[in-house]
């Protein structure tokens, strides 16, 4: 049963129930840090994805950046499953000298299956 309409009666393979369009699929994503200081190497960066379903689990399909100097180190672990209420993380490098040749803030985004995109903005300072 939806617990939105308390109507709909929702099959196992339902993304959204069909009478009030309540999505059953949701997700968060954030970062360890997003600022980071012109010039130095930092460490990797964690971006953790979060499902915030209660019943479903979601598909990581891809993971992108707009910017040159942002590089997905764990790749190979995309795409990847995560069941409700749990989460998993992703290192990203930060290359701030190549930063300065490439001005502007980065943005990373995470696509899942059936939920969209979210996405995190990143700057060098």
Known sequence: MCSRCE?????SSDNACSWCG???????IQADR??????????????????LSAHREI?????????????LLNL??????????????????????????MPGPGEVKVSVTHAGSRSLTLEIV
């Open 7 to 11: 109507v709909w009666e929702l099959c």
């Open 76 to 101: 190979e672990s995309v795409p990847q499953r995560i069941g409700p209420g749990q989460q998993k993380r992703f290192l990203l490098d930060i290359d701030t000298v190549a930063a300065t040749k």
């Open 59 to 71: 598909d990581v399909e891809s993971i992108s950046s707009s910017a040159g100097w942002i590089e």
């Open 22 to 28: 309540f999505s059953l699929l949701d997700f968060a």
């Open 34 to 51: 997003s600022r980071f200081p012109g010039g130095e190497y930092p460490p990797p960066v964690e971006v953790t994805v979060l499902n």
